[in-house]
Every structure is written in C-alpha cells, then in structure tokens.
C-alpha cells in the first residue's frame, strides 16, 4: 500500500468514500492533466489472485 493522501489531509483507504472521490477525480481529468499519474493508481478492491495449476495425470489405457 502506498501513502496517499486525500486533500484533505486525510489518508487514502481504498473504501467506498475514497473510491467515490478519486472516481470523481478522475472524470474531472486529474489523470489526463497529470496531477495524478496512472502508475499511482491501484485497485486494491479485489482479494489477489489466485492462480493453481493443476497437475495432469499420464493418460492410461483402460483395456477390456
């Protein structure tokens, strides 16, 4: 996590609240006139990725 503040002086956590100013932020252009840079945004909403590879068994003949 990073330490991003607010305007207000108050630390950015990534809840509703924040998430609603920063949207706001960001259909007023703050990422497209650089006050924010893309590479600071970070969307912690979502638990992380879990990738599991599964193991496959060798094929087997099954004769009769």
């Known amino acids: 996590m990073g330490n991003a503040v607010l ?27 650089g006050y924010v840079s893309w590479e600071a945004i970070f969307d912690a909403r979502n638990a992380e990725l879990i990738i599991r590879i599964r193991e496959e068994e060798p094929l087997r003949y099954r004769g009769r």
């Open 7 to 33: 305007p207000n002086g108050a630390p950015y956590i990534n809840d509703a609240d924040c998430w609603a100013f920063l949207r706001r932020s960001v259909e007023h252009g703050t990422l497209w006139l």
